[in-house]
């Protein structure tokens, strides 16, 4: 053989190599099912904000940077390798529930698991195959504008996000096939990086002023660990005009506003809203050993405590520490409906202030059944607390407020308030000595606040109320005394949030809780400790406030 056909073969040869790396650097990626939502779930046009929120090790970045890519080449080139993967082996999935895609997607009402769980095999992995698919009908429109928001520019940017994305992407940016120039920041970073079909992605640092943030307009914007609150909103502008999607790929050791809105809307049902989820010992996580993840645990206990939750579990840190750890939103917070129908019985109805003066006063209205059972069913103000800067309702207002509920669900026995606020006398010109008590009696609104004000036993008051053994089940015999229907969104959320503010982890444990979710607690906790009872006022006993002077009830007499 001549030298020419030996280069020729040669070449050849190369080009077949460089051919196989470019389809397994795009084509090798088998998506776990937190991946595969996170992936998919805004393909529907509905879903705005779309989170992977996980452990340390659970593949949040490669899942973003996979997102990246596909979305500025304007397909999923991994999308038919993995769909063909499931079809053949359908049957040897080491996942406990074959067909999580149909499950994980907002697409299942076209193709959903429950259709095709009585299918013959071949017609199962067929459809799981057609499902997955159907996912590349769905046009991603190109060139367009994407921006990646790392933590900073030196690390999250240069080490760990550009070199994961250089990896997914095949050859160089010097051939020009899929990246025509990548500029850089100083000559070191990168800042931008220019797609050969027009595409751009633009990278920012959370070091930067929120100015930097503004003014850009975008097709798609993915956060790398979580962000400020102010560069989120700042940002968020620029999607307005395209409707365009964000994407937040994060563990969970800082920046809790994301649990207080996004997460806490996605437990409402907020449809604009996806979350995946990944704990490090879930057995998808099958590229680490048990011993691998029991050694990385130890780890980080080593080096602080309080991130295990996050970096292991995936759970927000700033919800360690719970003052209320039992309170569950699958007990304790009940649907509306169900709550209201509890009230079609003998009940006794109630209602607690917590005033302030520039803030709106925080007010519960409940019921207590004949079991002595506590219901919130209303919440004011419906907006979350610490959302309302500002509120100029007078306390005739809030007292109209009151005698209307009255006049929606009977006479309201107990009327229960701050022991400090209503009772402490104003400083006034005349120096009358007027208080919030007096205030509502003129309006003939008679409130009770002899109330034991001690938050110790306050907190304990409440925690007994929440009290039921999880490991058995939930009956007559052992459950709470305290639902919240979930129209009562502040009460909930203030009873899941409500935390110590914890020292630094050498130092002794705080007895002070954060403010943040005070107002409603102390709601509940006012209620719970005065401990009402189901009055029947119309034969038994009548509860009198101490306002007019009688602190016990007294007898009616029976009509």
């Known amino acids: ?264 809307d996605a437990n409402k049902g907020d449809s604009h809203i996806h979350v995946s989820s990944c704990d490090l010992y879930s057995p998808e996580v099958d590229w680490m050993t048990e011993d691998a993840k029991k050694e990385f645990e130890k780890e980080i206990f080593r080096e602080d405590p309080h991130e295990v939750e996050a970096r292991v579990h995936g759970k927000f840190t700033h919800l360690l520490g719970r003052i209320f750890p039992t309170y569950s939103e699958n007990i304790h917070l009940l649907k509306h409906e169900d709550v209201m129908a509890q009230a079609q019985s003998a009940v006794t109805y109630g209602v607690t202030v917590d005033p302030h003066d520039r803030r709106p006063f925080a007010i519960g209205f409940w019921f207590v059944n004949t079991s002595g059972d506590l219901y919130f069913y209303r919440n004011y103000p419906i907006e979350l607390m610490p959302d309302v800067k500002s509120c100029d309702l007078t306390v005739e207002e809030y007292a109209n407020m009151i005698k209307e509920e009255e006049q929606k669900v009977g006479r309201i026995v107990y009327k229960l308030g701050d022991p400090n606020k209503f009772k402490t006398p104003r400083k006034t010109l005349n120096h009358s000595g007027q208080t919030l008590l007096n205030d509502f009696a003129e309006k003939q609104v008679y409130f009770d606040a002899e109330i034991n004000d001690s938050l110790h036993d306050g907190h304990s008051a409440v925690r007994a109320a929440l009290y039921y053994d999880p490991d058995k089940p939930i009956d007559y015999t052992n459950k709470p005394k305290v639902f919240v229907s979930d129209a009562c969104w502040n009460v909930h959320t203030a009873l899941m949030n409500y935390t110590w503010n914890d020292k630094k982890s050498k130092e002794l444990a705080s007895e002070v809780p954060h403010e943040k979710w005070k107002d409603f607690v102390d709601v509940v906790r006012y209620t719970v400790i005065k401990n009402p009872v189901y009055i029947d006022y119309n034969v038994d006993m009548v509860y009198t406030p101490p306002i007019q002077g009688r602190i016990f009830s007294r007898k009616r007499e029976k009509k």
């Open 1 to 264: 053989m001549d030298r020419q056909k030996k280069l020729k073969m040669l070449d050849q040869l190369r080009a077949e190599l460089d051919r196989r790396e470019e389809a397994r650097v795009l084509n090798e990626y088998y998506p776990r099912s937190f991946h595969w939502s996170f992936l998919t779930a805004w393909r529907d046009g509905k879903v705005k904000n779309t989170l992977f929120i996980g452990s340390n090790q659970s593949g949040k970045t490669t899942a973003g940077c996979i997102l990246i890519r596909d979305v500025a080449l304007g397909y999923h080139p991994w999308m038919k390798n993995f769909a063909e993967k499931v079809r053949d082996n359908w049957d040897k999935l080491k996942f406990p529930q074959p067909g999580w895609w149909f499950k994980t997607s907002n697409r299942m009402k076209k193709t959903g698991f429950e259709d095709i769980k009585d299918m013959p095999h071949f017609k199962k992995a067929q459809a799981a195959y057609d499902h997955i698919m159907s996912f590349e009908d769905i046009p991603i429109k190109v060139p367009n504008q994407i921006a990646v928001c790392a933590k900073d520019f030196k690390v999250g940017v240069g080490k760990v996000f550009e070199p994961k994305l250089r990896e997914l992407v095949p050859g160089s940016a010097k051939d020009g096939k899929y990246i025509k120039n990548i500029e850089k920041l100083q000559g070191k970073t990168a800042e931008k990086i220019i797609w050969q079909n027009g595409s751009q992605t633009h990278f920012f640092s959370g070091e930067q002023d929120t100015f930097r943030f503004e003014g850009g307009t975008w097709d798609l914007i993915a956060w790398d660990e979580p962000p400020k609150q102010e560069h989120f909103v700042a940002m968020k502008r620029g999607t307005l005009v395209k409707n365009a999607p964000m994407f937040f790929q994060l563990t969970p050791l800082s920046e809790p506003w994301l649990f207080d809105t996004l997460i806490q």
